[in-house]
């Protein structure tokens, strides 16, 4: 369905006030989902957040065979004995890049896995080399036949433990590696492994299920392969960092004042250094962040440069709601994205809404505020841009059309409802 978001900007005005809770991490949701299958018996799961990436890949576990119960709004026993499939399905695999991750869990658990290119947001080429290079060197073999990859190890052997050197820190190989590796013969060494606290919490849920993984947060990941893994218990996901980080930027520029709940701010702390330095009034406590006394000038923030990489630098999935941010910046901000080549283009519509920013090359853009904004009709490209978009339309003057919201209902649970209780006029219409 092509829902719309209507929205009535607050015109640069700092009128939102209130509490909001951060629902569980997406990034670390789809990976745990997809570890069900390195597991023996039933895995209960809670604080899923309720949103379109999580509905997508338990209809991909449902499709691969897997018993997939809906416990309530945030919780799911996934129970993975009957699965009877290794195909990950065209569609599914094309309309989502985490489909990738599961790659892993059934190489090494059948021998044998076929997938589509997968998709998802378009912001870059988004290859999968770095995958491929990492299953041959366990031992499998690739073919591209008809639209697919098929990955396999001879006569469906188990994959062989190896050292790995990943040439880039890549979030969803470092975790599709991890994962092949908690069934492989022998010990696997993943180097240059990505840090972000997804994969610490992802190798956390793997070693209660009894994995031996050493490591996970840093560089460099030791895994010893051995048999299917049992959950003893039910395990609860950690909270968005990406989604505190967002409410967070459109806190500080349409709040008067805004606690954030049931964050963790310890995995934003990139975050929260630069938006102290450009004048944020917050106080940080262990599970929650809290904006008060904020200056309702417009102007009152200062120009920061902004740099995205692999963790612990500052996300790039924050870089477009900060760019937003920085329009509202007193003075010039260069900000330099270094993860994907194609995740600026949405800045073209905020230059529509009035914003002054101008792209140097593909990966650097300057912005030049603070700009007033005006209202319009919007589609976001991808989950983040969206997110953007909806902060930009807040801060506008004048009403906003936020065509297909999908985009932004495959990240934030109910967001337009969340933001209303705060005061926002946003509305849904189907
Ligand atoms: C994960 O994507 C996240 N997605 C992204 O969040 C996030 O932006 C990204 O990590 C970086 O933090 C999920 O976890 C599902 P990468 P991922 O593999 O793993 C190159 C969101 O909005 N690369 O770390 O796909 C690639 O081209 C999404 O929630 C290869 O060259 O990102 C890119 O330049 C968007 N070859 C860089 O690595 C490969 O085989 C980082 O990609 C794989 C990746």
Sequence with gaps: MKDKFLVRGLSGK?????????????????????TTILFKGPVVLNNLPDIEDVRRMTEILSDLGASVERLGKHSYRINTDTLNKNEVDQNMGRRMRASIVLTGPLLARFGEVTLPHPGGDVIGSRPIDLFLSGFKSMGASVEWRGERYRIHTPKKKKLRGASIFSALQTVTVTETLLMAGVLAEGKSVLKNAAMEPEIKELADFLSAGGAKISGAGTPTISVEGGGLLKAEKAWSVMPDRIEAGSFLILGALAAENLEITDCLPEHLESVLNLLRLSGVPMKIKKNSIFISGNDSRVGSFQAINVKTHEYPGF??????????????????????????????????????????????????????????????????????????????????????????VYHIDRGYESIEKRLALLGAKVERVR
């Design 14 to 34: 700092k009128k939102l006030k209130g509490s909001i809770a951060v629902g569980g991490a997406k990034n670390a949701a789809l990976k745990l989902l997809a």
């Design 315 to 404: 996300p790039t999935d924050l870089q477009a709601p900060m760019v937003v941010f920085l329009t509202q910046a007193k003075g010039e901000s260069l900000v330099f994205e270094t993860i994907f080549e194609g995740r600026l283009a949405y800045t073209a519509d905020l230059v529509s809404m009035g914003a002054d920013i101008k792209m140097w090359d593909p990966h650097r853009v300057m912005v030049k505020g603070p700009t007033p904004l005006r209202g319009r009709e919007l589609e976001g490209p991808d989950i983040r841009a969206g997110l953007a978009f909806l902060i930009a339309a807040l801060v506008a003057k004048g009403e906003s059309v936020l065509n297909s």
